[in-house]
């Protein structure tokens, strides 16, 4: 009975976590590039950043990933969240097709278009359902159907995380070939 109670504690908790941070995405500012007319409709990218990051972007997901129908919101990682990567993606728990990429402020040149080609080969994970976000704060996933607990796996030694790295340069390397055709 205890067990119930407690894995009940945790998902309401998750819940409740995922609530206050769609909420405080709804409050921020959208910048919106001012002409997009050589770029398709969809997908959705939201730009938060001081980065340019909406033409490139749109062009990997449409030319290079497949992937028209998703919206993506780019952060910067908020102060108290630095990890020890560059990073991450969130799958969004109330909308599908929905993620937020949050990004440290002190990426530069190719090294952002590749942190960038990673994000988005996860994001071409979650597409495909090769990965599922379980539960984000606790770090545990399903990849390819094996569950992966992120907190006794070193980052660079999960499965998607290996995907992610062998694909990231070459999906970089793609959206460079498109963009000076």
């Known amino acids: ?90 799958e969004d728990f109330f909308f599908k097709n929905h993620y937020a990429i949050y990004l440290t402020k002190n990426l530069k040149g190719s090294h952002l278009g590749v942190v960038i080609g990673h994000e988005l080969v996860h994001l071409d994970q979650y597409e495909s359902g090769d990965l599922i976000q379980l539960n984000f704060y606790e770090g545990i996933y399903i990849y390819k159907g094996d569950t992966i607990y992120n907190n006794f796996i070193e980052h660079d030694e999960r499965p998607y995380e290996i995907d992610a790295m062998e694909r990231e340069e070459e999906t970089y390397y793609q959206i460079f070939k498109s963009l000076y055709k």
């Open 1 to 90: 009975m205890a067990r119930k109670d407690i894995i009940r504690s945790v998902i309401l908790m998750s819940f409740l976590i995922l609530v206050t941070y769609y909420i405080s995405l709804t409050k921020q500012p959208i910048k919106v590039l001012k002409d997009e007319t050589d770029f398709p409709e969809m997908p959705v990218v939201i730009n938060n950043t001081d980065y340019n990051l909406i033409p490139a972007t749109k062009l990997m997901l449409s030319e290079v990933l497949n992937r028209d129908s998703v919206f993506i919101k780019f952060e910067y990682m908020p102060e108290n969240y630095m990890l020890t990567h560059a990073a991450f993606i969130i």
